[in-house]
């Protein structure tokens, strides 16, 4: 065999070679990404990734929106709503963190957005009845424990806030799915009759928007459990309505 021959064959071999090469470091990662570490035999090697964060977002979300409308439509005849708090604390607030950090991780800017944002809006409420915070006190008389009238007016600029949060939230759902745009166009609804009742003094503006609420709550858990019964987890399969072929 002469030069010419060995010259036309070995572009072929170093061909094989890089495909041989390609599929090696092919088996030596998981369907993760990680390493394919068999240094242990005896132990089982996992194909690590990342567990969707939105059913946790979701479900604690509509945990507390839930809290927070029962308590203010007075169920059971209770009327100080401050048993919620942890709740609102550890399941909603630090709960959506959680989640909306893990969102930022697998690259869902509306997700990590969102339940960020949910996150803090369950901490920041919550810390308006948390009695070390001194909120609900600066609004209350320490003669007659009556709470001021200016707290209501208080709470309306408050919930007018995250009205508009709400808002641009919504238009960012706008090609997700319809259970989840109608529970966020839900949370408008009550949001406003809430500002608008704190605001005006109108109970039945009150009493309409957290009954809004329960069915913002309800959406919200319809999209949780969606997220978390799918997969083949279980054989239960909650539509959700994508958007995208309709917007």
Same mark, same amino acid.
């Given at each position: 065999?002469?030069?010419?021959?060995?010259?036309?064959?070995?572009?072929?071999?170093?061909?094989?070679?890089?495909?041989?090469?390609?599929?090696?470091?092919?088996?030596?990662?998981?369907?993760? /990404?990680?390493?394919?570490?068999?240094?242990?035999?005896?132990?089982?090697?996992?194909?690590?990734?990342? %567990?969707?964060?939105?059913?946790?977002?979701?479900?604690? #979300? %509509?945990?507390?929106? #839930?809290?927070?409308?029962?308590?203010?439509?007075? =169920?059971?005849?209770?009327?100080?709503?401050?048993?919620?708090?942890?709740?609102?604390?550890?399941?909603?607030?630090?709960?959506?963190?959680? =989640?909306?950090?893990?969102?930022?991780?697998?690259?869902?800017?509306?997700?990590?957005?969102? $339940?960020?944002?949910?996150? %803090?809006? +369950?901490?920041?409420?919550?810390?308006?009845?948390?009695? /070390? !915070? /001194?909120?609900?006190?600066?609004?209350?008389?320490?003669?007659? /424990?009556?709470?001021?009238?200016?707290?209501?007016? =208080?709470?309306?600029?408050?919930?007018?806030? *995250?009205?508009?949060? !709400?808002?641009?939230?919504?238009?960012?759902?706008?090609?997700?799915?319809?259970?989840?745009?109608?529970?966020? $166009?839900?949370?408008?609804?009550?949001?406003?009759?809430?500002?608008?009742?704190?605001?005006?003094?109108? +109970?039945?503006?009150?009493?309409?928007?957290?009954?809004?609420?329960?069915?913002?709550?309800?959406?919200?858990? *319809? =999209?949780?459990?969606?997220?978390?019964?799918?997969?083949?987890?279980?054989?239960?399969?909650?539509?959700?309505?994508?958007?995208?072929?309709?917007?």
């Amino acid at each position: 065999m002469d030069s010419n021959d060995f010259a036309a064959i070995k572009p072929e071999e170093q061909n094989m070679s890089r495909l041989s090469h390609a599929d090696h470091l092919e088996r030596l990662h998981t369907e993760g /990404g990680h390493v394919n570490d068999r240094s242990q035999p005896a132990l089982p090697v996992y194909h690590r990734t990342f %567990a969707s964060p939105s059913p946790l977002g979701l479900i604690s #979300f %509509a945990t507390d929106i #839930f809290l927070i409308s029962v308590f203010g439509l007075h =169920a059971r005849s209770i009327s100080a709503p401050n048993v919620m708090v942890g709740c609102l604390v550890f399941y909603g607030g630090v709960g959506q963190f959680i =989640a909306g950090i893990m969102e930022f991780i697998t690259g869902n800017t509306f997700g990590a957005t969102v $339940f960020s944002s949910y996150g %803090a809006f +369950n901490l920041s409420y919550a810390m308006i009845y948390l009695p /070390g !915070t /001194g909120i609900l006190s600066a609004y209350t008389d320490a003669a007659t /424990g009556a709470v001021d009238s200016s707290f209501n007016q =208080a709470l309306a600029l408050y919930l007018w806030a *995250w009205f508009i949060v !709400t808002v641009v939230f919504t238009i960012a759902a706008m090609r997700s799915s319809w259970v989840l745009f109608i529970d966020l $166009f839900f949370l408008d609804i009550c949001l406003l009759l809430l500002a608008s009742g704190f605001m005006a003094n109108i +109970n039945a503006l009150l009493t309409a928007g957290y009954s809004f609420g329960l069915a913002v709550s309800f959406l919200s858990y *319809w =999209a949780g459990c969606a997220g978390l019964w799918g997969g083949g987890v279980t054989p239960i399969k909650l539509p959700t309505f994508e958007m995208r072929s309709a917007v």
